[in-house]
């Protein structure tokens, strides 16, 4: 009886053209193995008669026939199926079935299905990943955020406690006045002296004494306490929810405070500057005419100086003593802000300042144009780069002055000083950088 051919892996039993398994199988003379009709359509689109798999190359098309021994050969493939041994494929001399064919094509389309599905799986599990790590983040993104909202009302509700006593202080005064207005009517010239002489106006119900010799004394003073008596009231409503606001604003800018200090190696060579950094001031006995500096940061034609301190991101706030100087520019500037030339006055060009001038304030970049009036001691400077605003506040009023809307940073800021010469007189007194006091 004769035995069966050895078993062979499937491998072996493959055509490397279409990857199945070998029909009518033919061999080349260099020794390697392809379907019949793979190989005869490979080269009937090749311009050359090559092996497809170690290319050596044929004269002539060799003749073709069928590989005996590999068709002889049996592939079992077995798997174990409900503990039974199921024969999955057998062949001998003969070419697979349609079924057979279709049957190992599936087969591999499963598997590739399920290497698909597998990698499907890890990304959803990457995926999945990610969202629980942004959803931690948000969850301690909204903790945080609670907890910025509880201070904000604290600070809100102690806000608002003081602005109600405020308040209440001055509708009392104004109560008091009302009567003393009342009380005037009914009086008459006789008891005028008596009279006034044991009515207060301030809080420590300290008496005032005063000599009227006449009634149109008498009408004089009525006049001048229905004028108080209006201004007070003019007060009160001027006050309300702005007044709150901006005491609210200057000391949520304070808590962004910085050590500010002056840099020499930017400053016009007329100016001159305190040993600590802290002041600086126009020199009239500097000669105006001298030798400009070759150093490319100093102000040439600006008697300016800048900040040491630059940022990029974030918030700042300083404070500015300017006395009683007649005249005077501070605010921040671009780090490339001009030096050597005249800077104009108009919007981009890298200076966002305040310009006080004989009481009035101006814009730099916007001159002529008055945007407020009166006299500060002290002016707080307050930058918001993400949100490109620059405020401007008189720290002790707790009043906003002005704010620059939509600057265009877009590169490292600097705080600017500017003391002006002495044109007008009574200037020569220094601009000095102050210590915040948050009170």
Known sequence: MASAPPLVS??????PICLGVFVRPVSTPCGHNFCMDCLSSYWNHSSECVCPVCKESYSQRPQLRVNTFISGKRLWRCRQTNNKVLLKHVFMNQPLSAGEIQSRGIEAKVSS???EKARDAESIKQALAQRQEQTNNL????????????KMEEKQ????????????EIENEIKDLTEAQNELKDVNLNQDTQFLQKFSLNSAKKPFAINLKSESEMQQLRASLSTALSRLQVHLDNMGAGFISDISALKHAQKFAIDVTLDPQTAHHRLTLSRDLKQVKFNPNANAKANMSSNPAKFAKHLAVLGRQGIQSGKFYFEVSVGAKSEWLVGVALASVERKEKIPHVPGSGVYALYFRMGCFERFCQPNVQIHQGKVEKVGVFMNYEERQVSFYDVNGAKLIHTFEDCGFGAKIHPYFNPCDNELGNNLVPLIISPVSQK
């Open 113 to 115: 299905m399920i290497q």
């Open 157 to 168: 509700q102690h806000v608002g406690l003081e602005a109600e006593r405020v308040l209440q």
């Open 139 to 150: 969850t301690k993104t909204m903790k945080d955020l609670t907890s910025l909202v509880k």
């Open 10 to 15: 499937e491998e072996q039993l493959l055509c």
